[in-house]
T-cell receptor
Framework: DAGVTQSPTHLIKTRGQQVTLRCSPKSGHDTVSWYQQALGQGPQFIFQYYEEEERQRGNFPDRFSGHQFPNYSSELNVNALLLGDSALYLC?????????????FGQGTRLTVV | GNSVTQMEGPVTLSEEAFLTINCTYTATGYPSLFWYVQYPGEGLQLLLKATKADDKGSNKGFEATYRKETTSFHLEKGSVQVSDSAVYFCALSDRSGAGSYQLTFGKGTKLSVIP
């Protein structure tokens, strides 16, 4: 089992550009959540996808959008990048999200905005 | 809303020392509690969890007990090793409004263990 895989691992973008990050969940998992982890901080919840729909959203602007595909993989899109968007972006997958369900995390994508 | 507060780091200990990392939480519902660990350059791994009051989660010599009366979930280990050096995150899982469950994390505590 490959676990949760994210691509790319590192990315450098210029302010104002757009970026797409990708996540393949652990085999058998159907729920994907995205988190932003700024340097020295804990992960902050961006949004969660289940059955190809956004089910929950954290306190992030509309510049952050996502998608889930029929094979449960997911994309995170960020438009009009700001310097403050520089962070590690983590994808987590689980099976039918419940409060005591273990979330499996990927290695993350390190985004640097210059 | 939900929040998690954990002790500030960094924490530096000698090998075989006793470890405590404090964690308290605020939740609107009855959350499940977790400790995640992040090794350098890696994603988060679940270390242990507890789903109801007085439950004790344990793994790899680490333990934490769900204390509802003090809203706490402190992480402990009797004898740390150099390989335990990592960042530790306390987290809770609870519903946000009418939505699905999501994790709320503390800011993390960096532990360095020296030989």
């Amino acid at each position: 089992d490959a676990g949760v895989t994210q691509s790319p691992t590192h990315l450098i973008k210029t302010r104002g550009q757009q970026v797409t990050l990708r996540c393949s969940p652990k085999s058998g998992h159907d729920t994907v959540s995205w988190y932003q982890q700024a340097l020295g901080q804990g992960p902050q919840f961006i949004f969660q996808y289940y059955e190809e729909e956004e089910r929950q959203r954290g306190n992030f602007p509309d510049r952050f959008s996502g998608h889930q595909f029929p094979n449960y993989s997911s994309e995170l899109n960020v438009n009009a990048l700001l310097l403050g968007d520089s962070a590690l972006y983590l994808c987590a997958s689980s099976l039918v999200w419940a409060k005591n369900t273990e979330a499996f995390f990927g290695q993350g994508t390190r985004l640097t905005v210059v | 809303g939900n929040s998690v507060t954990q002790m500030e780091g960094p924490v530096t200990l000698s090998e075989e020392a006793f470890l405590t990392i404090n964690c308290t939480y605020t939740a609107t519902g009855y959350p499940s509690l977790f400790w995640y660990v992040q090794y350098p350059g890696e994603g988060l791994q679940l270390l242990l969890k507890a789903t109801k009051a007085d439950d004790k989660g344990s793994n790899k010599g680490f333990e934490a007990t769900y204390r509802k009366e003090t809203t706490s979930f402190h992480l402990e280990k009797g004898s740390v090793q150099v390989s335990d050096s990592a960042v530790y995150f306390c987290a809770l899982s609870d519903r946000s409004g009418a939505g699905s469950y999501q994790l709320t994390f503390g800011k993390g505590t960096k532990l360095s263990v020296i030989p």
